[in-house]
């Protein structure tokens, strides 16, 4: 069976440094940090005081004051990113076989805000339990491609994968092979998160995961650095539009890039931290390749997962040393993390989003808030530091990991039309 070739026709999102496509792509290149203190809580006795939260957004300007208070933040921010991806993708549903556009949407958690508050106001009552109708539809992870899909009428595969920071670039994958084999003609694809909570950030506290870097926040994601001591949560969403190729030649869509592979595997090690060897990420991105019949010397560019953390950073390095060999060397590698921070579920979208716009723009966005050198990291590696480099970019490669152990990369060329 001959596979359908896949391509991305529409982009949208809602990110800590930009609130569309446009803004986002001047936050990248221009290497803004999105970190900033918390202003959802009170934060006095908590370890991190800082996030990278969504600015200058209000639900009323997208939603009915009714309607905001049926969504949870999450389900908003992709019903958001997702409308913009659409209009870009300037699909008509009038126009186009609604039974084959599909929604798949990455969530690692869901409604964790909606879930804590009722969980809080129960207990904090009389023991009746008088719970919000809506608790459980805003809360379940499913809701926002279910949602997606009822706004905008598509009725083809609809669903959300749950593989913790992986999960939207599962979904991208999930997407592109639906297409690829036939069942769909457009998927809308992507992820949403909104965990800077007091459950969300007390809980990574707990386990130790976040950056307590409170007296200069700015600066407190840095991939690479020697210094680096944990992730920074952020939140936010990207969507992505996939369509089979020449459904979109057909209807004249404009074409970002192709979608050439995508590559899953799991590490098989711990809960929460990587294998020191990096033997999985090295899998996943082997799996890529073979997946999209590409060379390793072809990769121009890497988006790494790149969280910030002792462990990950310096794993994630030594499985590019082992699939990339001396190529590496000619390789952008950078983490867009250090501006947006670790958006969990939506990270693979909005890192999948990032490396299509520099491929395009034939930019390569940076590794800000560098300033040592880690001895463990071979200093033969382009990290792009701290300030974004031009080049030309006919492939880039976006890895995204999760707690579970879970590996997802995912393989975009340069559209020549």
Sequence with gaps: MELKRVVVTGLGALTPIGNSISEYWDGLKNGTSGCAPITYFDTEKFKTKFACEIKNYDPQDHFDRKEARKLDRFAQ???????????????????IDKFRVGVIWGAGIGGLETFQNEVINFAEGDGTPRFNPFFIPKMIADIAPGNISIKHGFMGPNYTTVSACASSANALIDALNYIRLGHCDIIVTGGSEAAVTQAGMGGFNAMHALSTRNESPETASRPFDATRDGFV????????ILEEYEHAKKRGAKIYAEVVGGGMSSDAYHMTAPHPDGIG???VMLNCLRDADMDPKEVDAINTHGTSTPLGDVAELKAITKVFGDHAKNININSTKSMTGHLLGAAGAIEAIASILSMQHGVVPPTINHTTVDENIDPSFNLTLNKAQEREINVVMSNTFGFGGHNACVLFKKWDA
Excluded: H, M, P, T
């Design 77 to 95: 921010y992709a019903l958001v990113s997702s409308s913009e991806a659409i209009e870009d993708a300037q699909i008509n549903v009038d126009e």
């Design 233 to 240: 949560l952020g939140e936010g969403a990207g969507a992505l």
């Design 281 to 283: 990420v090295e899998r």
